[in-house]
């Protein structure tokens, strides 16, 4: 049982509170926690749960926003981590974005979005489709209305039929003109490069996300060509286990518009679609660097987006970089960025030039770490491939269309 929820800004600014039950929790517990947040750094934020001396504390951060649950009363805390990322994802889809201005401009929204997500700190309405019925999201129009009306509450009269529903997210009064279901295929590749060139790790993350407009109440089921390879999966309510377990088939009756269906991940990757080569030499007070960035292993499809990053070593003090593609920029904060897009046919793209180490330092002991960032439309890189998607009442005219996509998780190339 959660007994209240507070809302962060990256400045430890406490932006909303809601007190969930009759015991109180007092502010000062945001304080214990920011100043244990700066003391030690990244590696406390990296925890979810967290033993203060009065309360057990859940955290999750999205968007620089820091999502705070307190409780004094055991319970898993698995529920509780997830209720945070249903708030979250509940007010991005709400406010179209997450950031300060946008909670402080929609306090009343974000409140009654609370008040019908979790009653007497237990979890409650969490399906995206029911919410919007019971509370308009925001716009000019109902914002104009309540300056108008002196009526701030966007809560509907009427209780949607989806919650007495045995399919709770979904209703059954849906009806459409065109009959149409996309299913995408969206992963991130995770990789780890040592300085030697060898790929030390590689896996991807991946989610299938589902946009369907049917009329009535559908059920559908989406099969694999290999679903052997996925590993971790987690699924969306809607999902029935049973069919799943036996055949590795999904059989659902999907909400209507968009959703995530399921997340997996795939282990264990032999390749990777692009190489990195830096070389540094450091003698007599400077440092220079050469990099080159081309194509290992040609997935098929255009690669673009394609960005490199790394963080200056402190011991450096400037830095005179060029490329033969692309453009170099250096933040104020010591970050180089390196935009490519795409890669040229006839040359390799490189960039060069001199670190200047600060006085005294003969040599760099501190090697950069790089940071690649890329876009493939069109190839899903773990092999996952979609075998078909079926209705089992198929209304007239129904599309389907199924789309991939991969670009770059956490793809690191130390040197």
Request: aromatic share 8%.
């Amino acid at each position: 049982m959660l007994q209240c929820i507070f809302l962060l800004s990256d400045s430890g600014e406490v932006m909303l509170e809601k007190q969930l039950t009759g015991h109180r929790v007092d502010r000062s517990i945001c304080d214990w926690f920011w100043n244990q947040a700066i003391s030690q750094g990244d590696s406390f934020k990296q925890q979810s749960v967290i033993a203060s001396p009065t309360h057990y504390l859940f955290q999750i951060v999205r968007e620089g926003i820091t999502f705070l649950a307190c409780t004094q009363v055991e319970m898993p805390p698995l529920m509780a981590i997830e209720f945070l990322c249903r708030v979250a994802d509940v007010l991005s889809d709400y406010l179209e974005g997450l950031n300060e201005d946008l909670i402080k401009d929609n306090f009343v929204i974000v409140y009654e979005l609370l008040d019908e997500m979790i009653d007497n700190g237990f979890p409650l309405t969490t399906e995206p489709n029911i919410l919007r019925e019971m509370i308009s999201p925001p716009n000019i129009v109902s914002k104009m209305l309540s300056v108008v009306t002196g009526n701030s509450s966007n809560v509907s009269d009427t209780l949607p039929g989806a919650t007495s529903s045995c399919v709770p997210w979904r209703t059954s009064d849906i009806k459409y003109a065109n009959n149409e279901v996309y299913v995408d295929l969206v992963e991130e590749m995770d990789a780890i490069i040592n300085r030697d060139g060898v790929l030390v790790k590689c896996e991807i993350y991946g989610e299938v996300q589902v946009n369907s407009h049917i009329t009535g109440v559908p059920d559908l089921t989406l099969s694999f060509t290999n679903p052997s390879i996925l590993d971790d999966v987690r699924f969306h309510p809607c999902v029935r286990f049973r069919p799943w377990e036996s055949h590795q088939i999904l059989s659902f009756v999907p909400p209507d518009g968009q959703f995530k269906l399921m997340s997996y991940r795939v282990k264990k990757l032999k390749s990777i679609p692009i190489y990195v080569k830096p070389q540094l030499t450091s003698d007599a007070g400077t440092c220079r660097i050469n990099l080159m960035v081309g194509i290992k292993n040609d997935p098929g499809k255009m690669i673009d987006s394609i960005t490199l990053q790394f963080q200056l070593p402190p011991p450096i003090l400037s830095a005179d970089l060029t490329s033969n593609h692309g453009v170099v920029n250096i933040l104020s904060n010591k970050i180089c960025s390196w935009s490519i897009d795409r890669i040229p046919k006839d040359r390799t793209p490189s960039l060069s030039g001199t670190l200047a180490v600060e006085t005294g330092l003969e040599r760099l002991h501190v090697f950069p770490i790089f940071q690649v960032g890329f876009r493939i439309q069109g190839v899903a890189l773990s092999g996952l491939q979609i075998d078909k998607l079926d209705l089992k009442v198929v209304p007239n005219r129904l599309y389907k269309g199924f789309r991939a996509l991969t670009r770059a998780g956490l793809y690191e190339v130390r040197s």
